[in-house]
T-cell receptor
Framework: GIQVEQSPPDLILQEGANSTLRCNFS?????LQWFHQNPWGQLINLFY???GTKQNGRLSATTVATERYSLLYISSSQTTDSGVYFC?????????????FGAGTRLAVHP | DGGITQSPKYLFRKEGQNVTLSCEQN?????MYWYRQDPGQGLRLIYY???????QKGDIAEGYSVSREKKESFPLTVTSAQKNPTAFYLC????????????FGSGTRLTVV
């Protein structure tokens, strides 16, 4: 099946720093999404980005589908950015689109 | 506001007991999903349902059971056959079973005591 690998596994930043999170996937996918899980466990979709680049405030994401990777950029990080960032890809299996998650990047932003 | 409600937030289970986790959505989504999250790992799919009265096993269905009698509800039972049930359980829904537009609940943390 499709493998999703995220790096780095852990990241510690000072407030105001920039960072890049990476997601590699092993096969062609229908789409790719980035999620943020806050310290209380709530998962929020950040981007639906099968290809190209999107921006939302201080966050932006780029997916290069032909090279099977996606990047999530966080600029001017804030303590509220802390949590786990997941990359998930969709693969069609058994009659439906199945989301396959990477293991996540755990981000801690310190004031 | 539309969303997904999971209850309880914390649940403690004794060895050998079955417990049921509740998941209710008012988004009018057709598809619902149950995921398990272990520390340091991503989400793994337990069961999913695309329509009422139909559901399919995911990657780690052993020791779990579900029902889908109503569109809004997708309860998960963790049976005594699940040997390592301590984990964080997340319910999600999406429109028409697409992989786009997932909405997640806030999760239930299950601990075996």
């Amino acid at each position: 099946g499709i493998q999703v690998e995220q790096s780095p596994p852990d990241l510690i930043l000072q407030e105001g720093a920039n960072s890049t999170l990476r997601c590699n996937f092993s096969d062609s996918v229908n789409n790719l999404q980035w999620f943020h899980q806050n310290p209380w466990g709530q998962l929020i979709n950040l981007f639906y980005i099968p290809s190209g680049t999107k921006q939302n405030g201080r966050l932006s994401a780029t997916t290069v589908a032909t090279e099977r990777y996606s990047l999530l950029y966080i600029s001017s990080s804030q303590t509220t950015d802390s949590g786990v960032y997941f990359c998930a890809v969709a693969a069609f299996s058994g009659g439906y689109n199945k989301l396959i998650f990477g293991a996540g990047t755990r981000l801690a932003v310190h004031p | 506001d539309g969303g997904i409600t999971q209850s309880p937030k914390y649940l403690f289970r004794k060895e050998g007991q079955n417990v049921t986790l509740s998941c209710e959505q008012n988004l009018n989504h057709d598809a619902m999903y149950w995921y398990r999250q272990d520390p340091g790992q991503g989400l793994r799919l337990i069961y999913y349902s695309q329509i009422v009265n139909d559901f399919q096993k995911g990657d780690i269905a052993e020791g779990y059971s579900v029902s889908r009698e109503k569109k809004e509800s997708f309860p998960l039972t963790v049976t005594s056959a699940q040997k390592n049930p301590t984990a964080f359980y997340l319910c999600a829904s999406s429109s028409s079973g697409t992989a786009y537009g997932y909405t997640f609940g806030s999760g239930t943390r299950l601990t075996v005591v």
